[in-house]
């Protein structure tokens, strides 16, 4: 069985950082595009970044762009979402993922495995 989880998650004022990592079970790792997305209260599931198996292709959605960094660590089967700069708009439950196949990095059906999400809140 593969497991995603999350951590890092918490309250944090507007221009803050935080840092969230998803801790991966499965035994290929290496073999998945991770990804992140995160709802909003009201809202629905929206892509926030992506990564390639090897870590040299990223992807992120346009709100985030030059906030966020998406990165992993195959060795210790980790995936990151360092996030900066946050704003209250940035509040939202976020979910990582894995997928062992697909062609859309943002199109969240392609994804296989889900972490339980972690919530960030970002006070003005």
């Known amino acids: 069985q593969v497991q995603l989880v999350e951590s890092g998650g918490g309250l944090v004022q507007a221009g803050g950082s935080l840092r969230l990592s998803c801790a991966v079970s499965?035994?290929?790792?290496?073999?998945?595009?991770m990804g992140w997305f995160r709802r909003a209260p009201g809202e629905e599931r929206e892509f926030v970044a992506a990564?390639?198996?090897?870590?040299?292709?990223?992807y992120y959605t346009d709100s985030v762009m030059g906030r966020f960094t998406i990165s992993r660590d195959n060795a210790k089967k980790t995936v990151y979402l360092q996030m900066n700069s946050l704003r209250p708009e940035d509040t939202a439950v976020y979910y990582c993922?894995?997928?062992?196949?697909?062609?859309?990095?943002?199109?969240?059906?392609?994804?296989?495995?889900w972490g339980q999400g972690a919530q960030v809140t970002v006070s003005p």
């Open positions: 993922a894995a997928r062992t196949y697909g062609t859309e990095y943002d199109n969240a059906y392609e994804y296989d495995h």
């Open positions: 499965g035994r290929t790792f290496s073999s998945y595009n």
């Open positions: 990564i390639s198996w090897s870590g040299g292709s990223t």
